[in-house]
């Protein structure tokens, strides 16, 4: 069963354009929602993360969007560039434990 | 390069083997995890240390897989008897003061062939 529902699966824009990623779930455990970028052959890299008593973070062109009662969360990247193609997860971790839960990913592709 | 490194990139392996990865932490991290990522899925958790201490494993950890982070710094993970469906990315994250904040290694690509 997968723990956080994400999309869409991929996404292309057009250079400057705000991409949003869609992330769901249900365990009101969860208490700390990242955003990992993820280039071919690397690691995921920590973006952003927010925790559910704020409803909105942003750092530089990133910004997190949070409803707790819908028990929804999304990425928007402002002023998109091509070096943004990468694909996104979101993430989840309750706060019993130390692991993550990640979406099944969403490759963004922005188009020169 | 003071990130997490791992040991090999790739690792090609017939099946019934027995394959052995290496995590190198961030240094002074005193926390340290294994997750497994299959064509486009998310990493899955295998399993926490927390220094030397083995915490927290997955169901996903058969008794194929072995993990140990044996002076509380570089960890390593075996895989018996590989099967076909062990083909993935491993991959070692570490963090310091707690959960978040986990940062990641480039990961091991396993092929069993």
């Not at chain 1, 750092?59 to 009662?69: C, P, Q």
């Not at chain 1, 997860?89 to 963004?108: D, E, H, K, P, V």
């Not at chain 2, 491993?90 to 904040?101: I, K, R, V």
Request: net charge positive; glycine share 8%; charged share 20%.
């Amino acid at each position: 069963q997968q723990q956080v529902k994400q999309s869409p699966q991929s996404l292309i824009v057009q250079k400057g354009g705000i991409p949003i990623i869609n992330c769901a779930y249900e365990n009101t455990a969860f208490d700390y929602f990242p955003w990992y970028q993820q280039f071919p052959g690397k690691g995921p890299a920590l973006l952003i993360a927010i925790r559910p008593d704020v409803s909105e973070k942003k750092e530089g062109r990133f910004t997190i969007s949070f409803n707790k009662s819908a028990k929804q969360f999304s990425l928007h990247i402002m002023d998109s560039q091509p070096g943004d193609s990468a694909t996104y997860f979101c993430a989840a971790r309750a706060n019993t434990g130390n692991q993550f839960y990640f979406g099944t990913g969403t490759s963004l592709t922005v188009i020169p | 390069d003071t990130g997490v490194s791992q040991d090999p990139r790739h690792k090609i392996t017939k099946r019934g083997q027995n394959v052995t990865f290496r995590c190198d932490p961030i240094s002074e991290h005193n926390r340290l995890y294994w997750y497994r990522q299959t064509l486009g899925q998310g990493p899955e958790f295998l399993t926490y240390f927390q220094n030397e201490a083995q915490l927290e494993k997955s169901r996903l950890l058969s008794d194929r897989f072995s993990a140990e982070r044996p002076k509380g710094s570089f960890s390593t993970l075996e895989i018996q008897r590989t099967e076909q469906g062990d083909s993935a990315m491993y991959l070692c994250a570490s963090s310091l003061l707690g959960p978040n904040e986990q940062y990641f290694g480039p990961g091991t690509r396993l092929t069993v062939t």
